[in-house]
């Protein structure tokens, strides 16, 4: 393979390869916390580090980092694992942060034997006002110097559930005067007292990030730890916590650094996200309109397309945002390969052929996929009486309307040749019924003469006694800036598009989707492609626009 295509953190391994690295000791994780849904930004970490893991035939772990019980919840658990694996990844193990507290708390325990490590009894406000700035060095605590055996009591006490939650911390002795302010005595653990989701109440001291992550990397003996950029800062502290408890006879991992992935028109936080479902904006965090892997799932978006999406936005090493239309091109590329082509009319208007036999009803077929070869085809009835769009007819279109118009001919898709005649209204002027007659002889397919005439335009029909009905969702974007959380002054919430779901009550589909199946993905001919929603209940159908035919956004 070309290095030309590596990213750079494949770059990054290669060169670790080349200085003699084995690979068969190649390991990466994804380490998601469960406070929250996966988003389209973490599909980015996934599909790098399940990426490695494929390339270099190396195991990637899930590992959940489960050391804030105040926020975690087994339900995220549940949701992560099923879209890590919806979006056709395999982890070698199922880890927690949880499983290595007792680890973690020995190797605390060495670290104040070793002085490296010491209680601290002041209030977080006095601590951060110690902290110093970046330019000028911190104060130390008044407990820095505690003797050893005095913090190994308190630590020991804040353990055992003595202690409120805020009164002690245990921190780490590097370095007040570090130009780098994650070095200045960074707290290791501090007490909450929470239910843990998987602890229970075995413990009330919970480890802090920097702590617990780079240990359970250790443990896990993960080789290359990838996060994003805003870790950078902590990457002397995670090495700096390793040299105190690693063991040279093991692997030492390391902590290397890529680009978040941002996407224009949404916000990506799981701290926001909540607040949208929280504050019922959306129905959940599997709104067709979120950024979620869920959300996204129930929109119709595809597990091909997401991978897709990740591959083409690339992994970067600097912040940068990714436009939305990129991943809406992904998602039109892939279904327009693989959805069923059938027709639907969601704003209806009566249309009649005069010259068609009462009470006769004709098959016609209607190819199921035009990209793909052996695709086939369904039945699709035709009768007298059909629903056309409302916005496919004007009494007089002019000159550069190609669709129905009085004297004009259109093709009704895979069927006949129609020309308008005439129209019937209501008092008020609205249009009640399109009267048309037909050209016998132009059936698509017959092999006639007439059936290869080229008129105008082709409209999309269902034959009102045969229709089925359903809902019909369709979205716009959530958000009306396209960088709703970049703005000091005011908060994302103020950048709520209103307007972003639009519901069609009775839309008129052809029959053949009256068994339509939750995972099938449909083109609904000249209108978008739309899948089938889960609110869908016997005889209610309810379908949600994934995306339209053509990026119409630019408009
Ligand atoms: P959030 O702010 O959305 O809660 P997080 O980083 O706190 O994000 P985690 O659950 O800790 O969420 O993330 C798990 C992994 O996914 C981490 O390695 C993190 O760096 C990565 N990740 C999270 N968000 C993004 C993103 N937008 N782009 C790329 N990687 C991400
Ligand atoms: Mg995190
Ligand atoms: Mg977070």
Redesign the pocket.
Known sequence: ESTESLNFIEHIIEEDLANGFPQEKLRFR???????Y?????????C??FGLGEKYEAPVNLRF?DTNPSKEEQEYVDAIKRDIAWLGFKWANECYASDYFQQLYDWALQMIKDDKAYVDHQTSEQIAAQKGTPTSPGTASPFRNRPIAESLDLFNRMKNGEFPAGSYVLRAKVDMASPNMHMRDPIMYRIINAHHHRTGDKWCIYPMYDWAHGESDYVEQVSHS???LE?RAHRELYDWYLDQIYDPSLLRPKQRE?????LSYTV????K?LELVQKNIVSGWDDPRMPTISGLRRRGYTPTSIRKFSDLAGIAKRDNVTDVSLLEFCIREDLNQTATRVMAVLNPVKLVITNYPEGQTEILHLENNPEEANSGSHEVPFSRELYIEQEDFKEDGGKNFFRLSLGNEVRLKSAYIIKGESVVKDAAGNILEIHVTYDPDSRSGSGTEASERKVKGTLHWVSIAHAITAEVREYDRLFLDEAPDAHEEKSFMEFINPNSLNVIKKAYLEPFLANATMDSKYQFQRLGYFTLDPDSKNGHLVFNKTVGLKDTWAK
């Open positions: 994804f380490p998601p916390e469960p406070n929250g996966l988003h389209i930004g973490h599909a980015a970490s996934i790098l580090n980092d990838l996060c994003t870790f890529f680009a978040r992935r941002n990506m936080s799981k701290r996200l």
